[in-house]
C-alpha cells in the first residue's frame, strides 16, 4: 500500500494551489500553470512508480517462543532481512497485545549497506502472566523522493509466554538457595533416626532392643543391628486452587525492579502460583521430587513429581497459563483422584480459600480419604481484616467497631477449622500476603526436619 507523504503534501500545497489561482486570475499565464502542474504529477507519478518495489526482498522475523517474567522488563528481538544489502531507512511497528505494552510503538532503522541481516529489539514490559501471540508487523519505506509511504503488513508468528516473577520471592530466601549441601545458611539438627534400612553391623552396647535383627542375629549366633538412614528423596505436591475463591485480588509491595514502588494489586490465584513454583525450588534444591495438581470444579492439570531443570520448566508451563474460573471448588473430586493416583506417600500442600465456613466443611470431609495416607499441608491467605479482637489498632467509630467484631468471628470459625484438620493429622497454616511463600517454605522445612514422611 502506498500513501502520501508530509513532504508530496507540501508541494502540492506549494505548486498545486497557487499555480492554479494565477490560471485564473492570469488566463494569458494558464499554460504556463497547467505546464508546471502537470511536471510536479509527472513527477509524483514516476517516483510512486519508482517506489513500488521499495520493500522487495524484505523480510521479518520474530523467535518462535519469547518468555519474559511478569512486571520485569524484557525484550523482543526482530529479525530483518535485507537481501539487496542497500542502505534504506525503514519505520516499524510491532503490534504488541496490551497486556505487554511496548515502551515504543514504533521506531526508526536504519538498513547499513553490505548487511543482509539487521537486529532490532523491541523493549517491553508485560503486566499480566499468560500466553500472547504476536502476529503482525508493519513495515513502511520511502519512495526515491520521498513523496511516498510504501507500507506493508507482514506475518510475524511467534509466542509469548509469561512467567510469574519470582525475583523478590527468591531474594527472602536467598539463602535456601545457596548451594552449602545442607538448609541454607545454617545447618539444622535432624530429628530421628531415618526409616530407610541402610546395612547392618555389629552389636554396640547402648543399642535398643527393637534396632536388633534377631533373624541375623539367630545365623550368625551373636548380635546383629539394623542401621537406618534418613529419608533423602520424598514427593511434594503442590495442590492449587483455581475457583472462584482464588479470583479476589490482594495487595502486595510492588517488585523493586519496576519504576514506582509501591502497592500493587494482584490476584490470589497469582500468589498461588507463585508460591507452587517457589515450593519446586525448595524441593529441587533438597533433593526430593516435585509434582502439582489444579482444580476448582474437578481436578486438572496434573504434573507427577520428579525433579530436574526440564520437569521444572514443565511445571511452570502448566501454570503460567492457569485463570481463575467462576465455580465453585469441588474437594471431593480432587481428593478421589489424589487417592487414585498417588500411591506413594508423600507431603500434599493444598492452596486454597476457607473463610466460607460450607467450603471449609467440604474440605474437612474430602480430607478423609487422603489424611490417612499422605501428609497433608492447607495453606491459605488470611484475608484482610481476620484478627482477633483487641490485637489491632483501637477503635474510633462504630464502623471501626463492627468491622474488628466481624474479623473476630472469622478468625474464631479458621481457629475451629484448625483444630477440626489437627484431629485429622492435617497442618493448616494462616500465611501473610506478603510472606506467604517463605512461610510455606518454612512448613516444608519443619516437614523434613522431623521426618514426618
Given at each position: 500500500m502506498m500513501v502520501p507523504r508530509t513532504r508530496l503534501l507540501w508541494w502540492v500545497a506549494a505548486v498545486l494551489l497557487p499555480f492554479s489561482l494565477v490560471a485564473v486570475i492570469v488566463p494569458a499565464a494558464s499554460g504556463v500553470c497547467l505546464l508546471i502542474i502537470?511536471?510536479?504529477v509527472l513527477v509524483a507519478a514516476g517516483d510512486a512508480l519508482g517506489g513500488r518495489n521499495r520493500l522487495a526482498g524484505i523480510e521479518i522475523s520474530l523467535p518462535n517462543v519469547v518468555r519474559m517474567s511478569r512486571n520485569r522488563a524484557a525484550r523482543v528481538e526482530m529479525r530483518i532481512r535485507n537481501p539487496r544489502q542497500n542502505q534504506k531507512i525503514l519505520r516499524l511497528a510491532l503490534v504488541f497485545p496490551t497486556e505487554v505494552p511496548a515502551v515504543d510503538p514504533e521506531m526508526e532503522v536504519k538498513l547499513l549497506p553490505g548487511h543482509e541481516w539487521s537486529r532490532v529489539n523491541w523493549a517491553c514490559t508485560p503486566k499480566r502472566r499468560g500466553k500472547y501471540q504476536l502476529d503482525t508487523a508493519c513495515v513502511e519505506g520511502s519512495s526515491p523522493?520521498?513523496?511516498?509511504?510504501?507500507?506493508?503488513?507482514?506475518?510475524?508468528?511467534?509466542?509469548?509466554r509469561v512467567y510469574p516473577n519470582l525475583l523478590s520471592e527468591r531474594r527472602n530466601l536467598a539463602s535456601l538457595f545457596l548451594n552449602r549441601g545442607g538448609y541454607g545458611i545454617h545447618a539444622r539438627r535432624q530429628v530421628g533416626k531415618g526409616r530407610d534400612f541402610e546395612k547392618l553391623r555389629e552389636y554396640v552396647p547402648g543399642d535398643s532392643f527393637d534396632e536388633i535383627h534377631w533373624k541375623a542375629t539367630a545365623r550368625r549366633g551373636r548380635p546383629v543391628t539394623k542401621v537406618y538412614q534418613i529419608e533423602r528423596t520424598q514427593e511434594v505436591y503442590v495442590v492449587v486452587d483455581s475457583s472462584r475463591l482464588s479470583a479476589?485480588?490482594?495487595?502486595?509491595?510492588?517488585?523493586?525492579?519496576?519504576?514506582?514502588d509501591g502497592l500493587v494489586e494482584t490476584t490470589v490465584l497469582e500468589r498461588f502460583v507463585t508460591a507452587a513454583l517457589v515450593m519446586g525450588l525448595a524441593a529441587e534444591q533438597q533433593g526430593d521430587l516435585?509434582?502439582?495438581?489444579?482444580?476448582?470444579?474437578?481436578?486438572?492439570?496434573?504434573?507427577r513429581a520428579r525433579n530436574g531443570s526440564a520437569h521444572y520448566s514443565?511445571?511452570?508451563?502448566?501454570?503460567?497459563?492457569?485463570?481463575?474460573?467462576?465455580?465453585?471448588?469441588?474437594?471431593?473430586?480432587?481428593?478421589?483422584?489424589?487417592?487414585?493416583?498417588?500411591?506413594?506417600?508423600a507431603l500434599v500442600v493444598f492452596l486454597t480459600s476457607l473463610d466460607d465456613p460450607l467450603l471449609a466443611g467440604s474440605l474437612v470431609s474430602a480430607l478423609d480419604l487422603i489424611c490417612r495416607q499422605h501428609l497433608v499441608v492447607v495453606g491459605m491467605i488470611q484475608p484482610p481484616g481476620i484478627a482477633p479482637l483487641f490485637s489491632s489498632a483501637k477503635a474510633t467509630t462504630s464502623d471501626d467497631l463492627f468491622r474488628h467484631l466481624g474479623g473476630h468471628l472469622l478468625w474464631q470459625k479458621l481457629r475451629e477449622v484448625e483444630r477440626t484438620l489437627k484431629n485429622r493429622g492435617v497442618r493448616f497454616a494462616l500465611l501473610q500476603n506478603e510472606q506467604m511463600c517463605t512461610q510455606l517454605v518454612t512448613q516444608y522445612m519443619d516437614v523434613k526436619q522431623r521426618q514426618l514422611l
Open positions: 502537470a511536471a510536479l523522493l520521498g513523496f511516498w509511504a510504501v507500507r506493508r503488513r507482514m506475518a510475524t508468528p511467534a509466542e509469548v479476589r485480588t490482594q495487595i502486595i509491595p510492588q517488585e523493586k525492579s519496576v519504576a514506582g516435585f509434582g502439582l495438581l489444579t482444580f476448582a470444579d474437578r481436578a486438572g492439570t496434573f504434573v514443565a511445571c511452570r508451563d502448566a501454570l503460567y497459563t492457569l485463570q481463575p474460573s467462576v465455580v465453585t471448588p469441588d474437594y471431593d473430586d480432587v481428593c478421589s483422584f489424589i487417592r487414585l493416583r498417588l500411591r506413594r506417600r
